[in-house]
């Protein structure tokens, strides 16, 4: 792994544990096995970092949600809270964190909640092989919403919501 692959992994790490405002630098370094030095040339500044994170984060969320009906998408969620863990959305996170002020991250989190939009809506057209912008609204609701919810009500907030999509779903199609 390269060293810029081993920081990001480690940031991400900290920075979802942790929070972005609470990960100072020397935690980082530490976690990453670099001096500050090397940290900056590799990733300019922490807000740099940050964003280098959420692009990965959402590369790889992405990936997991490259499916074809609704009940897919909630699976795909089930699937990765169970191995990411139920401390909500990380865009969401760290853009309350800086107030939307950082733009870096500000720019980062525009840029994945606009592509979870238009999977969302890319799917909802495959499940029904029509658009429905309505019923790609109320989904991408109970998705956002079932990831929060899993913070304080655990992986059973996905399968509720998963299930109410199905209901929203099959109503969709009549």
Request: proline letters at 1%; charged letters at 30%; one cysteine or more.
């Amino acid at each position: 792994m390269d060293m810029t692959r081993k920081l990001t992994a480690a940031a991400e790490r900290l920075f979802d544990r942790h929070g972005y405002m609470a990960t100072g630098m020397d935690r980082l370094t530490e976690a990453a096995g670099m001096s500050s030095r090397t940290l900056y040339k590799h990733v300019g500044s922490k807000a740099q970092l940050m964003a280098r994170v959420l692009t990965e984060r959402d590369r790889r969320f992405m990936a997991r949600i490259e499916v074809r009906s609704v009940d897919a998408l909630f699976a795909a969620l089930e699937d990765w809270v169970r191995v990411e863990g139920t401390r909500g959305c990380l865009f969401l996170r760290s853009s309350a964190e800086t107030g939307g002020d950082t733009p870096e991250i500000a720019e980062a989190v525009a840029a994945h909640k606009a592509a979870f939009h238009r999977r969302i809506e890319e799917v909802v057209a495959a499940d029904l092989e029509r658009e429905d912008p309505v019923l790609a609204e109320q989904v991408l609701v109970l998705l956002e919403g079932a990831t929060h919810a899993a913070v304080y009500r655990g992986a059973d907030a996905v399968s509720a919501a998963r299930a109410a999509a199905g209901i929203l779903t099959e109503r969709a199609r009549t």
